[in-house]
C-alpha cells in the first residue's frame, strides 16, 4: 500500500537558519503531494501541495517540489522564524490520503 | 467562508456504548473523510465519502461506520467502544479527490 517516511524529529533550529524536512513516498500511481502544519493549539492546515512531477509548492516562504524520480518531496524554507515552531506533516493523496508521522519544528530565537 | 465545524469538541463515554461524531463540510466541498488521531498511530485513515457514497476505507473494523447526506454533511458513528477507541477524530473535506484537505477542530474522544 501507499507510504510515506518522514525525516524524525524533533528538530530545533536558531532563528534564520535554513530548514529541510525530507519527506519519501510509495505509491501505485500518481498522487497528488502535500505539506500539512499543525501549530501549537491549533488544527492541521494545508501548508503546500504539489499535483504532478516537477511541481513546485510554495507558501509563507517554504517551498517543495515534486520528485518523481526519487519519489521524494522534502520541505525548505530559507530562513526560519520563531513562530514556525510547529509540527509538521507530508501526505499522499490518491483517493485516500496517507501521512507521515510529523517532524516536530522548534525555532530558537 | 466557514471552515469544517465537527459537533461534538468534547465527548467522553464508556466502554461498550455507541457514539456518533458530526462534521459539517466546506460549503461546495463535497468529499468528506474522517481520520483518527493519536499520538502512538499518528494519522489514521478511517474513509472518504463522495456524494453520499463511500470511496475509500481503511484498515478498521466494522464498528467504525459512516455516511454522508445530500446536503455533504457527514456522520461517523462507533459501536461497541473500547478503550483503545480514545482519540481525536477528525474531520476533513475538499472539493474533490486529490485536492487538498481543509480540516476541522476534531472532536477528542475518552473512553473510560
Known amino acids: 500500500g501507499d507510504s510515506v517516511t518522514q525525516m524524525e524529529g524533533p528538530v530545533t533550529l536558531s532563528e534564520e537558519a535554513f530548514l529541510t524536512i525530507n519527506c519519501t513516498y510509495t505509491a501505485t500511481g500518481y498522487p497528488s503531494l502535500f505539506w500539512y502544519v499543525q501549530y501549537p493549539g491549533e488544527g492541521l492546515q494545508l501548508l503546500l501541495k504539489?499535483?504532478?512531477?516537477?511541481d513546485k509548492g510554495s507558501n509563507k516562504g517554504f517551498e517543495a517540489t515534486y520528485r518523481k524520480e526519487t519519489t521524494s518531496f522534502h520541505l525548505e524554507k530559507g530562513s526560519v522564524q520563531v513562530s514556525d515552531s510547529a509540527v509538521y506533516f507530508c501526505?499522499?493523496?490518491?483517493?485516500?490520503?496517507?501521512f507521515g508521522d510529523g517532524t516536530t519544528l522548534t525555532v530558537k530565537p | 467562508k466557514a471552515g469544517v465545524t465537527q459537533t461534538p469538541r468534547y465527548l467522553i463515554k464508556t466502554r461498550g456504548q455507541q457514539v456518533t461524531l458530526s462534521c459539517s463540510p466546506i460549503s461546495g466541498h463535497r468529499s468528506v473523510s474522517w481520520y483518527q488521531q493519536t499520538p502512538g498511530q499518528g494519522l489514521q485513515f478511517l474513509f472518504e465519502y463522495f456524494s453520499e457514497t463511500q470511496r475509500n476505507k481503511g484498515n478498521f473494523p466494522g464498528r467504525f461506520s459512516g455516511r454522508q447526506f445530500s446536503n455533504s454533511r457527514s456522520e461517523m458513528n462507533v459501536s461497541t467502544l473500547e478503550l483503545g477507541d480514545s482519540a481525536l477524530y477528525l474531520c476533513a473535506s475538499s472539493f474533490e479527490s486529490n485536492y487538498g484537505y481543509t480540516f476541522g477542530s476534531g472532536t477528542r474522544l475518552t473512553v473510560v
Open positions: 501526505a499522499l493523496r490518491a483517493g485516500k490520503s496517507t
Open positions: 504539489a499535483t504532478k512531477a516537477d
